[in-house]
């Protein structure tokens, strides 16, 4: 598991509440994300970080926050919930290997958080 | 639009039977495609990468083929497991890119083995 922690695993929040979710790693990965998983999508990418204190969109970052004051933390905030925001929340670091002449980034993933906004 | 469609969406087989999942891809340009498999209530696991030049490679009772030129790349799984019960997602990052931040992810094939 790379060594990735989420808290909490399970949140039921209410619409209109603040909700922050949190990412821990143990391996001082420099590329940290944010996936959201939902039944009919693959998984997508709600932010990233590529160090501490920077930070990019990905491609549903609307109604979704993120803030990196450390290399090992990485926390997604969405300032307030929203039914459409229920879904599955994974963090994953990206370690990069040198094989054959070439580079890949693999991405290895948190076990996740499920979040119900009611 | 990059895209990665994956067939079937779901398949049921017999414990000790093989089977072959497949995915077509239209990210441009290409470097690599990844196989994961996530187990339920999980997250996904990198099971092989396979760079462009490299047809098939294997692991364990895995094998992942790849043909880039028609965007095709297969899973066969053989001798099924009760614990090969997963979905498995195939995965493509655009070549010019090496931040891994703009990967294309499939919606997987739920695969179910049993008795």
């Known amino acids: 598991d790379a060594g990735i922690t989420q808290s909490p695993r399970h949140k039921v929040t209410e619409t209109g509440t603040p909700v922050t979710l949190r990412c821990h790693q143990t391996?001082?990965?420099?590329?940290m994300y944010w996936y959201r998983q939902d039944p009919g999508h693959g998984l997508r990418l709600i932010h990233y970080?590529?160090?501490?204190?920077?930070?990019d969109k990905g491609e549903v970052s609307d109604g979704y926050s993120v803030s990196r004051s450390k290399t090992e933390d990485f926390l997604l905030t969405l300032e307030s919930a929203t039914s459409s925001q229920t879904s599955v929340y994974f963090c994953?670091?990206?370690?990069?290997?040198?094989?054959?002449?070439?580079?890949?980034?693999?991405?290895?993933f948190g076990p996740g958080t499920r979040l119900t906004v009611l | 639009k990059n895209q990665v469609e994956q067939s079937p969406q779901s398949l049921i087989i017999l414990e000790g039977k093989n089977c072959t999942l497949q995915c077509n891809y239209t990210v441009s340009p290409f470097s690599n495609l990844r196989w994961y498999k996530q187990d339920t209530g999980r997250g996904p696991v990198s099971l092989t990468i396979?760079?462009?030049?490299?047809n098939t490679k294997s692991n364990g009772r895995y094998t992942a083929t790849l043909d880039a030129d028609t965007k095709q790349s297969s899973l066969h799984i053989t001798a099924s497991q009760l614990s090969d019960s997963a979905s498995y997602i195939c995965?493509?990052?655009?070549?010019?890119?090496?931040?891994?931040?703009?990967?294309?992810f499939g919606t997987g094939t739920r695969l179910q083995v049993t008795l």
């Open positions: 995965v493509v990052p655009p070549g010019n890119t090496g931040t891994a931040s703009k990967l294309t």
């Open positions: 970080s590529y160090g501490v204190k920077d930070t």
């Open positions: 391996e001082n990965h420099r590329y």
């Open positions: 396979m760079t462009f030049s490299e």
């Open positions: 994953a670091i990206s370690s990069t290997q040198h094989r054959s002449g070439f580079t890949t980034d693999t991405q290895y």
